[in-house]
């Protein structure tokens, strides 16, 4: 039998917030084994995600996930990379049917056994159980051919995830901010889309969206914490597609120091964005689980998802503040301004990293 690699692979094929929520994981399986993560992923967050992550050693990273392997060349690449892993314990942590199908035919035809693969699947769903949670009881130990490999860390086990800056990603932020004269102001940002908010043709229809929060909600957001804090720089946050929507929520709103960054905010500048501002208030997205993991305080808006699968946690135990989701509210839109307001204005002062 060939010698186990103990550098384990990682699977899933997951948006921002979904590859964030592996944090803690890939920390126990560096822990547990003593090498760091290979992560195998698609889309473009991943490895900016965790470019300095100490827990990951690189991130195989591809786009095409839905087409079918004869035409789809990053799949041809994803194949060589599984079995060139081969002989590593693979943790397999999707749950969508379409993308598992996928990643077991994957998985046979490079060559891995079946012993050396540990699924979330294999394990039954807890009622309310955290997104991490379940991650660390399911895929927190070592598939059967891999038992040798696998040291059980000393407890605690770290429940939240991490995230990591280097010196260059804090002066591209400071440069950036220069741009649009701060001084040292404080900082709040604000996240007023998520992935579901745009269309190729434009912005979503609130009625399609539980977690659209409508934007005159978020122009009465901005008059009171201007009011609050007079001085302050607000950041309005997105990606490009979401500038359009952003430039309106912007041009109505008509207030001082307030920026609309959605064209100007790469990943690795969001994070370092997050790691000095007073506070946030997101709607239930990515950039929510960012914040938290920066230690940046937070007020996150819920609309159909339960806040106890999805809640995001900080690691220095700074403030998250959720407003909405079951079994009071279906859609965010039904969360009054004034609410999230008030949220904002008692929102604890961050704690030290």
């Not at 049917?97 to 490079?110: H, S, Y």
């Not at 952003?246 to 790691?275: F, K, S, Y």
Request: proline residues 11%; hydrophobic residues 45%.
């Amino acid at each position: 039998m060939p010698p186990i690699r103990a550098t384990p692979l990682v699977v899933r094929f997951g948006r921002l917030g979904d590859m964030l929520l592996l944090a803690p994981l890939l920390h126990h399986l560096h822990r547990g084994y003593g090498e760091p993560c290979v992560l195998l992923g698609t889309g473009p967050f991943s490895a900016p995600l965790y470019a300095a992550d100490p827990d990951v050693t690189c991130v195989l990273q591809v786009s095409a996930r839905h087409r079918p392997l004869a035409l789809s060349p990053p799949r041809w690449w994803m194949l060589r990379a599984l079995h060139a892993h081969r002989n590593a314990a693979v943790h397999i942590a999707e749950t969508e049917p379409r993308a598992l199908a996928k990643i077991r035919r994957m998985l046979a035809l490079a060559g891995v056994r079946a012993d050396h693969c540990v699924f979330i699947t294999d394990a039954t769903a807890k009622r309310d159980e955290h997104w991490v949670d379940r991650l660390l009881r399911t895929c927190g130990h070592p598939p059967p051919a891999c038992a040798s490999a696998w040291r059980p860390p000393e407890p605690p086990i770290e429940r939240a995830p991490r995230l990591y800056l280097t010196g260059a990603d804090r002066a591209d932020c400071a440069r950036w901010l220069r741009r649009h004269d701060w001084r040292g102001e404080p900082l709040w940002l604000l996240q007023p889309a998520n992935k579901r908010s745009m269309r190729w043709n434009g912005p979503r229809a609130a009625s399609d969206d539980d977690k659209a929060w409508p934007a005159g909600h978020w122009i009465a957001v901005l008059h009171a914490l201007h009011a609050d804090d007079p001085g302050a720089r607000i950041v309005l946050c997105g990606t490009p597609p979401e500038a359009p929507l952003l430039e309106a929520i912007a041009a109505q709103a008509r207030i001082p120091n307030l920026v609309v960054g959605a064209r100007e905010l790469p990943l690795r500048r969001l994070l370092a964005l997050c790691e000095i501002a007073r506070g946030m208030a997101s709607v239930d997205t990515g950039p929510a689980h960012v914040a938290a993991a920066m230690g940046c305080p937070l007020v996150v808006l819920y609309g159909a998802q339960p806040r106890t699968l999805w809640l995001p946690r900080s690691p220095t135990g700074s403030a998250v503040i959720a407003l909405g989701g079951p079994p009071r509210y279906a859609r965010a839109a039904d969360i009054p301004p004034d609410v999230v307001s008030a949220a904002l204005h008692g929102l604890p002062a961050r704690n030290a990293q």
